[in-house]
Antibody
Framework: EVHLLESGGGLVQPGGSLRLSCAAS????????MSWVRQAPGKGLEWVST????????YYADSVKGRFTISRDNSKNTLYLQMNSLRAEDTAVYYC????????????WGQGTLVTVSS | DIVMTQTPLSLSVTPGQPASISCKSS???????????LYWYLQKPGQPPQLLIY???NRFSGVPDRFSGSGSGTDFTLKISRVEAEDVGVYYC?????????FGGGTKVEIK
């Protein structure tokens, strides 16, 4: 059974940093691209970033480019999101998502971790 | 970026009655490989999204057969043949043919 468990969320001041982690199990982690998708309170879903299976390619939404860094440790089956220069508008639940292997389809989502950016 | 437009914004449905949600994309989601890269998700209250339909018309593992997806090109529909109480939540369509992934605004389904 696929399991994705996010951690690292919390309250941070504007301009601060956080590192999110996503521990994956139940599938061959090294074979699949992974993404972060966020959801602001009461709002819809917004793609944040994607990393290829080998970590050779990364992609970012314009809203986070230059501030966030996606990475993965395939030896630990773990996905990361380093978030710097955080802004109030980054407040959201951040979901870790597994791609299906068929283009960019997403088949599994983690439970999410809440990031609140506030003074 | 591909813009995804969902209608209606909300639906109130009597249990046992059908429901239908529309999703339109600003560009064709039909790939040269013959597949159509449109996904449907249900986000139940307080939970992450869960996959219902992939590649426009394929039910994901464990999804009840009352859910069906159809459409091609830029126009898509999710149908629930007989709505049950457990189907409440927000339904999203998502295109996966290119990055950035983009989602419809969501359709909230409630039970009358």
């Amino acid at each position: 059974e696929v399991h994705l468990l996010e951690s690292g969320g919390g309250l941070v001041q504007p301009g601060g940093s956080l590192r999110l982690s996503c521990a994956a199990s139940g599938f061959t982690f090294t074979s699949y691209a992974m993404s972060w998708v966020r959801q602001a309170p009461g709002k819809g879903l917004e793609w944040v970033s994607t990393i290829s299976a080998s970590a050779g390619s990364t992609y970012y939404a314009d809203s986070v480019k230059g501030r966030f860094t996606i990475s993965r440790d395939n030896s630990k089956n773990t996905l990361y999101l380093q978030m710097n220069s955080l802004r109030a508008e980054d407040t959201a639940v951040y979901y870790c998502a597994k791609h299906s292997g068929s283009y960019w389809g997403v088949d599994y989502w983690g439970q999410g971790t809440l990031v609140t950016v506030s003074s | 970026d591909i813009v995804m437009t969902q209608t209606p914004l909300s639906l109130s449905v009597t249990p046992g009655q059908p429901a239908s949600i529309s999703c339109k994309s600003s560009q064709s989601l039909l790939h040269s490989d013959g597949k159509t890269y449109l996904y449907w998700y249900l986000q139940k209250p307080g939970q992450p999204p869960q996959l219902l339909i992939y590649e426009a018309s394929n039910r994901f593992s464990g999804v009840p057969d009352r859910f069906s997806g159809s459409g091609s090109g830029t126009d898509f529909t999710l149908k629930i043949s007989r709505v049950e109480a457990e189907d409440v939540g927000v339904y999203y369509c998502m295109q996966s043919i290119q990055l950035p992934l983009t989602f419809g605004g969501g359709t909230k389904v409630e039970i009358k």
